[in-house]
């Protein structure tokens, strides 16, 4: 609970450095606060300790992360999180990241995107279709002209 409002107390000061040093903390729920509050100071620094948390224990903190990581924007985050996609076995968390790389907008995350329109997750399977909608809009492709 201490560190949780460390935490907290951090994001509110603009202690941002702080912050990065709390994704390491041992209790998940601090580095989960640290990670929300990077993320919404949009803290470049902090993008390469936010895709360490993507191989966290805790589902929650590397779903913080990867949040974090869409509201930064880096593409440097979109290999990390195509790799972190094809490991995941809860479907809440695929959504997630799959969300999260449609807002990317990086065509690199096609190919791991439409691999999920087989996921046996109805949730999942919609999600990454509206992820590659959101990369590649059917609408905007041009049809071939006739002869």
């Known amino acids: 609970?201490?560190?949780?409002?460390?935490?907290?107390?951090?994001?509110?000061t603009g202690d941002l450095a702080r912050?990065?040093?709390l994704l390491q903390d041992p209790h998940p729920r601090v580095a989960e606060v640290a990670a929300e509050?990077?993320?919404e100071a949009k803290?470049?620094?902090?993008?390469?300790?936010l895709i360490e948390c993507l191989d966290a224990k805790s589902y929650m903190l590397r779903a913080e992360a990867a949040f974090a990581l869409r509201r930064i924007g880096d593409p440097r985050a979109v290999e990390p999180l195509i790799a972190l996609l094809e490991r995941l076995t809860a479907s809440w968390l695929r959504a997630?990241?799959?969300?999260?790389?449609?807002?990317?907008?990086?065509?690199?995350?096609l190919p791991a995107l439409q691999r999920l329109t087989d996921d046996g997750?109805?949730?999942?399977?919609?999600?990454?279709?509206?992820?590659?909608?959101?990369?590649?809009p059917p609408w905007t492709t041009q049809p071939p002209k006739s002869p």
């Open 19 to 21: 912050l990065v040093l």
């Open 121 to 136: 997750n109805e949730r999942v399977r919609n999600t990454a279709l509206g992820a590659i909608f959101r990369i590649e």
């Open 43 to 49: 803290y470049v620094p902090a993008v390469p300790a």
């Open 96 to 109: 997630a990241v799959a969300t999260v790389l449609g807002e990317f907008g990086d065509k690199r995350a």
């Open 37 to 39: 509050a990077l993320g």
């Open 1 to 12: 609970m201490v560190r949780r409002r460390a935490a907290r107390e951090s994001a509110k």
